[in-house]
């Protein structure tokens, strides 16, 4: 499974971006993708998932009502559209892909597949 970011740059605060994340050579129809995101000297926390059979969907709250996440299946591409940038919204934003049998969650567990991620800057 390969799994490619962009979209990232350097964005005002109160402006947007959208990510995208093109993935291929998937050998099962199920699972989950994810984003994720690591601000400097801070864990990486799992922001937003779909799942890739189903459009069930997860926010964690410090995105919810600004980020928007999407997928066309078409494309094998998943976006996330963040609206409503903050500075602490600054950091590298990566998608991930879980294996099968797993599925989106708030437990954003089973990602075995990372891109390699994409730097967002929010400027105040």
């Known amino acids: 499974v390969q799994l490619v970011e962009s979209g990232g740059g350097l964005v005002q605060a109160g402006g947007s971006l959208r990510l995208s994340c093109a993935a291929s050579?998937?050998?099962?129809?199920?699972?989950?993708i994810g984003w994720f995101r690591q601000a400097p000297g801070k864990e990486r926390e799992g922001i937003s998932c779909?799942?890739?059979?189903?459009?069930?969907?997860y926010y964690a709250d410090s995105v919810k009502g600004r980020f928007t996440i999407s997928s066309d299946n078409a494309k094998n591409t998943v976006y996330l559209q963040m609206n409503s940038l903050k500075p602490e919204d600054t950091a590298v934003y990566y998608c991930?892909?879980?294996?099968?049998?797993?599925?989106?969650?708030?437990?954003?567990?089973?990602?075995?597949?990372w891109g390699q991620g994409t730097q967002v800057t929010v400027s105040s």
């Open positions: 991930a892909a879980t294996g099968p049998h797993y599925y989106c969650s708030g437990y954003l567990i089973g990602y075995d597949y």
């Open positions: 050579g998937f050998t099962f129809d199920d699972g989950a």
């Open positions: 779909i799942g890739r059979s189903y459009n069930s969907t």
